[in-house]
């Protein structure tokens, strides 16, 4: 059976915000009452090189990532290079305007009918009183538009990622909204994702939590009563998650030197 979905991946160097902007939106989406899967690439380097996180969106239950996406969300023209050929033919790019498409790309978007949308998300930032590392979240505006979905779920799950930092939120609120009305929107862009899609509501209150967080929950169901570990990457996770319960749990956890 095939499962009616809408794929969408983020990409860009690491340590550019990759991780939060994927992290939002699979939260956003999930509030807006859909089932989700996502997925991240990074490579072994604090910062540099080229990471992703594609969330894939579908009001059925599914089970993997595509192999194609209906949006690409490129921030760098390296990792633009790179996961241009993911891009679905139909498909929507999302860009920064000082990314230039060389003459092969250029073919390429034509032949596979790929819509350039060059959003100025570092113009929008600094319009609005912000500084340029909120530029990667003014794309979540215009995704949501094209989603059909409410701002105001998408505004909440930025507020409750940042919660409890010392960040004024007004400047970033204000971007995402101007990326959200962007004159770069279409409506036959949501028209033409509805030939992919069927995004029904679902009643059903749904659970988020990454795979690494499922697998510590199996392991406190199955009875491990102590848990001796060093924290690297990308098993990190699984350890915070088992410490951070463990007065609940009752397991004894150590950090193994």
Same mark, same amino acid.
């Given at each position: 059976?095939?499962?009616?979905?809408?794929?969408?991946?983020?990409?860009?160097?690491?340590?550019?915000?990759?991780?939060?902007?994927?992290?939002?939106?699979?939260?956003?989406?999930?509030?807006?009452?859909?089932?989700?899967?996502?997925?991240?690439?990074?490579?072994?380097?604090?910062?540099?090189?080229?990471?992703?996180?594609?969330?894939?969106?579908?009001?059925?239950?599914?089970?993997?990532?595509?192999?194609?996406?209906?949006?690409?969300?490129?921030?760098?023209?390296?990792?633009?290079?790179?996961?241009?050929?993911?891009?679905?033919?139909?498909?929507?790019?999302?860009?920064?305007?000082?990314?230039?498409?060389?003459?092969?790309?250029?073919?390429?978007? @034509? @032949?596979?009918?790929?819509?350039?949308?060059?959003?100025?998300? @570092?113009?929008?930032?600094?319009?609005?009183?912000?500084?340029?590392?909120?530029?990667?979240?003014?794309?979540?505006?215009?995704?949501?538009?094209?989603?059909?979905?409410?701002?105001?779920?998408?505004? =909440?799950?930025?507020?409750?990622?940042?919660?409890?930092?010392?960040?004024?939120?007004?400047?970033?609120? @204000?971007?995402?909204?101007?990326?959200?009305?962007?004159?770069?929107?279409?409506?036959?862009?949501?028209?033409?994702?509805?030939?992919?899609?069927?995004?029904?509501?679902?009643?059903?209150?749904?659970?988020?939590?990454?795979?690494?967080?499922?697998?510590?929950?199996?392991?406190?169901?199955?009875?491990?009563?102590?848990?001796?570990?060093?924290?690297?990457?990308?098993?990190?996770?699984?350890?915070?998650?088992?410490?951070?319960?463990?007065?609940?749990?009752?397991?004894?956890? =150590?950090?193994?030197?």
């Amino acid at each position: 059976m095939t499962v009616e979905r809408i794929s969408i991946k983020f990409v860009g160097r690491s340590g550019q915000g990759i991780d939060t902007v994927g992290r939002i939106l699979s939260k956003a989406v999930t509030e807006s009452n859909q089932y989700i899967f996502a997925s991240r690439e990074y490579p072994s380097l604090i910062k540099g090189g080229i990471s992703s996180y594609q969330v894939d969106i579908s009001s059925k239950e599914i089970f993997s990532s595509s192999r194609l996406v209906n949006i690409l969300c490129a921030y760098t023209k390296e990792s633009l290079d790179y996961h241009l050929k993911t891009c679905a033919k139909g498909s929507l790019l999302i860009y920064s305007p000082d990314i230039e498409l060389d003459e092969k790309q250029v073919v390429y978007t @034509k @032949k596979n009918d790929i819509v350039l949308l060059p959003l100025d998300s @570092k113009t929008i930032v600094k319009e609005n009183g912000g500084t340029e590392i909120m530029s990667n979240t003014v794309p979540l505006g215009l995704i949501f538009r094209i989603l059909g979905f409410d701002l105001k779920t998408l505004l =909440k799950e930025v507020g409750n990622n940042f919660k409890g930092k010392d960040i004024n939120l007004e400047p970033q609120y @204000k971007s995402i909204e101007a990326g959200f009305n962007s004159a770069l929107f279409r409506p036959e862009y949501t028209k033409e994702l509805e030939k992919t899609k069927s995004l029904k509501l679902i009643k059903t209150k749904k659970l988020l939590m990454t795979g690494n967080e499922a697998l510590a929950l199996g392991a406190i169901t199955a009875g491990v009563r102590a848990y001796f570990a060093y924290p690297m990457t990308p098993a990190t996770s699984i350890f915070k998650f088992i410490g951070e319960t463990s007065d609940e749990t009752g397991i004894l956890v =150590k950090q193994a030197e």
